[in-house]
């Protein structure tokens, strides 16, 4: 009907009405706040500019128009400053967290949005992470624990999906959750194998993390959804294509043990030896190293024990 009133947004504006609709945590909603705000600020202009028009004629005020804007203005500035120093309080108490987690191996699941990246660390974790078939269905970081046979504590972390063309501004205010990722040793790259544009996927995931200087991060690539490709053709052709990478189907758990040996693989690659001599006075230290460390020897005498181990150099270093 002519009368339906269609409200008429552009792709950033959609982007932030999905985040605003899946922000449920203090972070992810301080993050989405600010990032409306951001994108808002230079459009107040256009939504003024008819009263700086009319307001310059005979027996007017001249400039009224142009006064709303500088008070729209200033106070969007004031409500940016605003979450900008909430948003570094919350990522304080993030590195004061991330602190307790120093020696351990971490892992994070990046990719495009709707990969498939929180069904594959619900089955690797039974970390119990939301999953939905749509964009960004996760804004906040979830960090779990990885059983892997390695002899040192292992974390993963889930992360928001990309998008191609994500504006900077969207980057800027998911900055300290994307910071998970900076402390991390490996990236997984998660990819749906389905997808007609997989290709278009990869570049896009390729230059948000240049953009945040991650390019020269180590990564292991993961063609998901492997369970939805119905031609055997395009399987075939995939496999010959990407043949590094591990290719899974995170809900029917298809070729997750593959997954997990290489990962185990990676991580075992980076030990390195060491031995420590303790004292009977410093056996406090013994739970730390067993944490931290594969424990391969351990002997006894009088002067103390002495313990030979393999471990990531941060945590040989921490002990």
Same mark, same amino acid.
């Given at each position: 009907?002519?009368?339906?009133?269609?409200?008429?947004?552009?792709?950033?504006?959609? @982007?932030?009405? $999905?985040?605003?609709?899946?922000?449920?945590?203090?972070?992810?909603?301080?993050?989405?706040?600010?990032?409306?705000?951001?994108?808002?600020?230079?459009?107040?202009?256009?939504?003024?500019?008819?009263?700086?028009?009319?307001?310059?004629?005979?027996?007017?005020?001249?400039?009224?128009?142009?006064?709303?804007?500088? $008070?729209?203005?200033?106070?969007?500035?004031?409500?940016?400053?605003?979450?900008?120093?909430?948003?570094?309080?919350?990522?304080?108490?993030?590195?004061?967290?991330?602190?307790?987690?120093?020696?351990?191996?971490?892992?994070?699941?990046?990719?495009?949005?709707?990969?498939?990246?929180?069904?594959?660390?619900?089955?690797?974790?039974?970390?119990?992470?939301?999953?939905?078939?749509?964009?960004?269905?996760?804004?906040?970081?979830?960090?779990?624990?990885?059983?892997?046979?390695?002899?040192?504590?292992?974390?993963?972390?889930?992360?928001?999906?990309?998008?191609?063309?994500?504006?900077?501004?969207?980057?800027?205010?998911?900055?300290?959750?994307?910071?998970?990722?900076?402390?991390?040793?490996?990236?997984?790259?998660?990819?749906?194998?389905?997808?007609?544009?997989?290709?278009?996927? @990869?570049?896009?995931?390729?230059?948000?993390?240049?953009?945040?200087?991650?390019?020269?991060?180590?990564?292991?690539?993961?063609?998901?959804? $492997?369970?939805? $490709?119905?031609?055997?053709?395009?399987?075939?052709?995939?496999?010959?294509?990407?043949?590094?990478?591990?290719?899974?189907?995170?809900?029917?758990?298809?070729?997750?043990?593959?997954?997990?040996?290489?990962?185990?693989?990676?991580?075992?690659?980076?030990?390195?030896?060491?031995?420590?001599?303790?004292?009977?006075?410093?056996?406090?230290?013994?739970?730390?190293?067993?944490?931290?460390?594969?424990?391969?020897?351990?002997?006894?005498?009088?002067?103390?024990?002495?313990?030979?181990?393999?471990?990531?150099?941060?945590?040989?270093?921490?002990?």
């Amino acid at each position: 009907a002519a009368d339906d009133e269609i409200k008429v947004i552009d792709r950033t504006g959609l @982007i932030l009405d $999905i985040f605003t609709k899946h922000a449920k945590s203090k972070e992810a909603k301080t993050q989405v706040q600010l990032a409306q705000l951001v994108y808002l600020l230079p459009r107040l202009t256009r939504q003024w500019t008819h009263l700086e028009r009319q307001m310059g004629g005979i027996g007017t005020r001249a400039g009224a128009g142009e006064t709303q804007i500088e $008070i729209d203005r200033r106070l969007v500035r004031n409500q940016i400053s605003r979450l900008k120093t909430e948003l570094e309080k919350i990522e304080k108490q993030r590195k004061v967290q991330s602190h307790g987690r120093e020696g351990a191996y971490r892992i994070a699941l990046v990719g495009y949005t709707n990969a498939g990246k929180s069904t594959l660390m619900n089955t690797l974790t039974d970390a119990g992470v939301l999953v939905q078939d749509q964009l960004f269905a996760t804004l906040d970081t979830t960090t779990r624990k990885l059983d892997l046979d390695v002899g040192i504590t292992v974390l993963i972390s889930d992360t928001v999906g990309f998008i191609r063309n994500l504006p900077h501004d969207l980057i800027a205010s998911f900055r300290s959750t994307l910071g998970e990722i900076r402390d991390v040793e490996l990236l997984l790259k998660v990819f749906d194998a389905s997808s007609d544009t997989i290709h278009e996927h @990869i570049e896009t995931v390729e230059e948000v993390l240049k953009d945040l200087n991650l390019a020269e991060k180590l990564g292991l690539t993961v063609l998901n959804k $492997i369970d939805a $490709i119905q031609d055997p053709e395009i399987f075939k052709g995939l496999k010959k294509r990407f043949q590094d990478a591990s290719f899974i189907s995170s809900r029917e758990k298809l070729g997750i043990d593959s997954l997990t040996e290489k990962m185990s693989s990676v991580i075992k690659s980076e030990f390195k030896q060491d031995v420590f001599h303790l004292s009977f006075k410093q056996t406090k230290l013994l739970d730390t190293i067993y944490a931290l460390t594969h424990v391969l020897r351990k002997k006894s005498d009088y002067d103390g024990i002495s313990l030979e181990v393999e471990g990531n150099r941060r945590s040989l270093d921490k002990i």
